[in-house]
């Protein structure tokens, strides 16, 4: 059969389980994570073989070491992954859960009830432990999921994807509700991107080419995000210093990762006693700083020129951009033009400011003296979450359980009927 054939008759199957996974109960789902939880760990040492088999090939291709890295499960990873299991457990199941009931002037009671999205395809890069993330929050909210992961881990993800099919058998669920892409053919994910009669959504995690290819393909829903290009504006009176310990939390904490401090907007009028503290606490920090020529003097050394294309960057190391500005309202028009609609921070002391930065700054999450970092869905009180989306619809921001449905309109009556 041919790769579009073939991902046809998967996504069919899928279909076909989704309609049992939006029926069944909060007891089988939960029952399904921990009898995942128990494979992790008894059957540990088949996935960590498939992953060496990953690791050597990809070694013998040269793959880089961050990659290899990512690519890297370890018993510190399996038992993280079974870990997510039971705290998903926890988590209260969206489905069937009914918000806002209220009565209409004729009695009628109408509300919105939580109802999975259906089909959901997750296509991935290098991560192979995001194939049970990926998969146990999509199963809990009730859908279906389809898992394609990247070639470099396809044998790391059949381990895996064996575990979710089993572990769901055992709880009386159907194994076809979570289904991996086994080919590493690219021509598979044309194909999905067609298949909007079976899939309802796709989820791509990986750069952003990856994402900009699914996206210019996909004839289904995409949440996506293109690029964490995150900025912090420290205001004319912030405390100093809170403000240099939430830019270097932001930016060092964890560089790599899509919630980190890439720009840094500073008022003119703190600029001159801020910027020399900070410059010494990112260079204790390991900080490369690339400046606008007014922040450049006032950094000292480590600090260099800023390249035009050095705003609107997302550099994925300790690195920062950093520019003065005359007012607020030069920091949200920067922000307009090079941000991702990711994450943006204000600090400051003023809290009519702080309000009118909140309103106006367009990101899925804005926050008032606090790190960028908690964009993040177990910050954010979501208890884990499948991604940050920076489109608006269907979800803004950190996607957990409840994104991971949508609400359908319910209306409880008493016999009453339409006049007019």
Known sequence: MSVATDMESLAQKARE????????????????????AGLLSTRRADVLAANVRDLEKARAAGMDAPRLD???????????????????ISLPDPVGAIEALRPRPNGLLVGRMRVPLGVICMIYESRPNVTIDAAILCLKAGNAVILKGGSEALASNMALA????????AAGLPSDAAQLVETADRAAVA??????????????????????????????????HFKGVCHAYVDEGAREDR?????????????????????????????????????????????????????????????????PDDFGQEFHDLVLAVKVVDSMDEALDHIHRYGSNHT????????????????????SMVGVNCSTRFNDG????????????????HSYGPMGLTELTSAKFVTLGQGQVRGG
């Open 344 to 363: 943006e921070v204000i600090l400051t002391e003023n809290h009519d400011r702080a309000m009118e930065f909140l309103r106006r700054a367009d990101a």
């Open 378 to 393: 177990g910050e954010l009180g979501l208890g884990a979450e499948i991604g940050i989306s920076t489109s608006k619809l």
């Open 243 to 307: 403000a240099e310990k939430v830019v270097v939390n932001a930016k060092a904490q964890r560089p790599g990762v899509c919630n980190a401090l890439e720009c840094l907007l500073v008022h003119a009028a703190i600029g001159p006693t801020f910027l020399p503290r900070l410059g010494a606490a990112l260079r204790r920090a390991g900080v490369a700083m690339r400046a606008c020529p007014r922040a450049l003097p006032l950094l000292g050394e480590g600090a260099v020129p800023a390249a």
């Open 162 to 169: 064996a575990l979710l099919r089993e572990a769901l058998a």
């Open 17 to 36: 389980a989704s309609r049992a996974m939006a029926a069944a109960s909060g007891a089988a789902k939960d029952a399904f994570l921990e009898a995942l």
């Open 191 to 224: 194909a999905l991107c067609k298949l909007d009669q079976y899939i309802d959504v796709i989820i791509p995690r990986g750069g952003e080419g990856l994402i900009r290819a699914v996206v210019s393909q996909a004839t289904m829903p995409v949440l996506k």
């Open 70 to 88: 990512r690519l890297t499960l370890t018993p510190a990873v399996m038992d993280a992954m079974a870990g997510a299991c039971r705290e998903i």
